[in-house]
């Protein structure tokens, strides 16, 4: 079974424990079911193509996580170049960002002259 971090899973497998395993982590976490994958194959491959489709997003990796029961967690990520990483680097800056992404939803945020920012 592969469950994924943004509330998917797949299971692929055979009887009774999967049906099992369906059930009971689609009751005790929000998870969608999105198919079955096959693997591994000779190379021990699994074919995720299913999972990165229905993300609908661009993925650069997988944190993958693993438990005593042996469900894998594949945690999708995404990189980002240096000089975009800043915000995430000052808790003080990202909180600022944040917030004014939150204003600009709300309607607060209004055009500005970048000529008045050399006067301040």
Known sequence: MVILHSGIMALWGTGELKNNMAKKESTSKKWTEIGVVNGPDLQNRIVITPIVTFLKQ????????????????????????????????????????????????????????LKELDDV
């Open 58 to 113: 661009h993925i650069d990796s997988f944190k993958v996580f693993i438990n005593a029961t042996g469900n894998v967690l594949l945690q999708p990520m995404v990189s980002l170049p240096l000089e975009e990483a800043w915000p995430y680097q000052n808790p003080e800056i990202l909180s600022n960002v944040l917030k004014g992404i939150e204003e600009a939803k709300a309607g607060k945020a209004k055009p500005f002259n």
